[in-house]
């Protein structure tokens, strides 16, 4: 076996993978067709969700050095400011209730300077011509730039090769399931000599069409707007001149494009394959699903996939739970991925009406839940990705005396610890890769030899969200497995144990 996994694509999502597969001492090798990181800006936003995530992974404060506060969002609407959005009004404990506003050539780096920190440096100009599976994991034929061919064998093989995977077009029951939007659009990175806020997403509902302009540093927008349904094959060259059109008669605050860096068209689809696993062989990111760019959730929704199976091939990797588990990065990711893709298709629908009648009545609405605190509030977690999270999966548990404030499958929030390896905070110590089976205002727990195997035991100091009296079994990607209280420790230690002997709780 030459390495234990096969990464195809060295874009933000297989560079997440590698990086956490790596710090938990499972060898990889990353393949990427191109011989150069793309210069494009494409993905702009890493949201808070994700830079906790990052954060685990010991470099979520590079990307804050790297990029700019992105602190919310504003819609205009009939030459008026309907809302103005702020996402620390989220509401949430978080370190970050910001996102970070950075090109995606900028996340490449970021990631790809930390893997060779780690020993592990990207394979360029390494395409994945043909794969199959053996006994023992797959078989791939790759083509270096030279022509030369080589057979590789890894036990796994993880497929973030984007929208056009060659790996998911070798599975012939991976269907990409869904739709194209008739409607074309036009997108520039351009400097804008203009008012417009350097640290939010603004939008603007106009009557003939959405104009989107956000920032990423330096005076640069990116500038997006639907243009209608038009003959691409007929369709000219977009121009300069054709984003000047677009911020003349939507942006009700005048702004002058210069200096652009990228002008193009583009179509939105709307897929997904509702399988993520094919026996030995993983879908990730775009290769699973792609969805409309609307609240910049595609490369976090990735970058994520990445975080939750890593963890989980780690751990079977190292002998330390059943394949069984593995199973659970399908369902939970697919379930999120059809959320996502459900609020970002309904939110470019409603931002593409054209009747007057409803336009109207569309900025009506807007401005009136837009002042509701509630709705802020959901808004705000629902842009941050601070609300997503897994209430269906597989590995959750309800137990005795459970928590009536985290249920199983929530997002846990970042704590402080009295931690006996010296470990600050929850975050930190979720890096050794294990489960965390945190006490609040006691004592740290005794574990059974099996279930030490996979967790480790802390004292969460009280805060936010954690109920004195009460034990978390929090996952290595911040997320309740379940909780109890005190008197129920034994249910704990069996739910460890049982998900050690098989990769399932239930056995």
């Known amino acids: 076996m030459d390495k234990q996994v096969l990464i195809v694509g060295a874009g933000p999502i297989g560079l997440t993978l590698a990086m956490a597969l790596t710090r938990q001492a499972v060898p990889v090798r990353i393949i990427e067709k191109n011989a150069v990181r793309s210069p494009y800006s494409k993905a702009l936003i890493v949201w808070s969700r994700t830079l906790e995530m990052l954060e685990i992974e010991g470099i979520a404060q590079d990307f804050v050095a790297a990029g700019i506060p992105a602190r919310g969002a504003a819609v205009w609407a009939e030459g008026k400011q309907r809302v103005q959005l702020r996402f620390a009004e989220a509401g949430i404990a978080t370190d970050y209730p910001a996102g970070v506003l950075l090109a995606q050539s900028e996340t490449e780096r970021l990631l790809e300077n930390h893997l060779a920190t780690l020993g592990v440096h990207v394979e360029r100009e390494v395409e994945l011509i043909q794969h199959h599976s053996t006994p023992d994991g797959i078989s791939a034929t790759l083509r270096h730039a030279d022509g030369r061919i080589e057979t590789a064998q890894a036990a796994w093989l993880a497929a973030c090769d984007g929208a056009h995977s060659t790996v998911r077009h070798q599975l012939d029951t991976a ?23 350097r640290d939010e997403v603004s939008m603007f509902l106009a009557h003939d069409g959405l104009l989107i302009a956000i920032p990423f540093g330096d005076g640069r927008f990116r500038v997006m707007g639907d243009i209608g349904q038009v003959d691409r094959a007929s369709l000219p060259e977009p121009t300069l001149a054709d984003i000047q059109h677009l911020l003349d008669t939507r942006s009700d605050t005048p702004a002058v494009a210069q200096d652009p860096a990228w002008i193009s068209h583009f179509v939105i689809n709307e897929r997904m394959v509702r399988e993520y696993r094919y026996g030995r062989v993983f ?5 699973a699903h792609i969805h409309s760019p609307a609240g910049g959730q595609g490369m976090n929704t990735g970058m994520q996939d990445a975080i939750n199976l890593a963890w989980k091939l780690a751990l079977h990797s190292h002998g330390l739970v059943g394949e069984a588990l593995l ?23 409603l931002a593409l009406i054209h009747n007057p009648l409803l336009q109207h009545l569309r900025s009506a609405t807007v401005s009136a839940l837009g ?16 609300d997503l999270h897994y209430p269906d999966s597989p590995l959750n548990r309800a137990l005795p ?6 249920l199983p499958g929530d997002r846990a929030p970042n704590a402080g610890l009295n931690a006996a390896d010296g470990s600050r905070t929850l975050y930190a110590l979720l890096a050794q890769g294990r489960f965390v089976v945190a006490t609040t205002g006691a004592t740290p727990v005794t574990l059974s030899e099996d279930a030490s195997d996979i967790a480790l035991g802390t004292t969460v100091l009280p805060q936010q969200g954690y109920e004195d009296g009460r034990v978390y079994v929090i996952r290595p990607d911040a997320y309740l497995a379940c909780s109890a209280n005190l008197e129920h420790l034994e249910d704990v230690n069996r739910y460890l144990e049982t998900l050690r002997a098989s990769g399932h709780p239930s056995g």
Request: charged share 25%; glycine share 6%; proline share 3%.
């Open 371 to 386: 002042h509701l605190d509630s709705v802020r509030r959901t808004l705000a977690q629902q842009f941050t990705e601070l």
């Open 401 to 406: 005396g459970a928590s009536t404030q985290m």
């Open 175 to 197: 269907e990409f399931a869904g739709d194209t939007l008739p409607t074309h659009w036009l997108l520039a990175d351009v400097k804008l000599a203009s008012d417009l806020p």
């Open 283 to 287: 879908l990730l990111g775009d290769a």
């Open 327 to 349: 199973d659970s990065y399908s369902s939970e990711r697919s379930a999120i991925a059809d959320q996502v893709l459900r609020k970002s298709g309904n939110l470019t629908r």
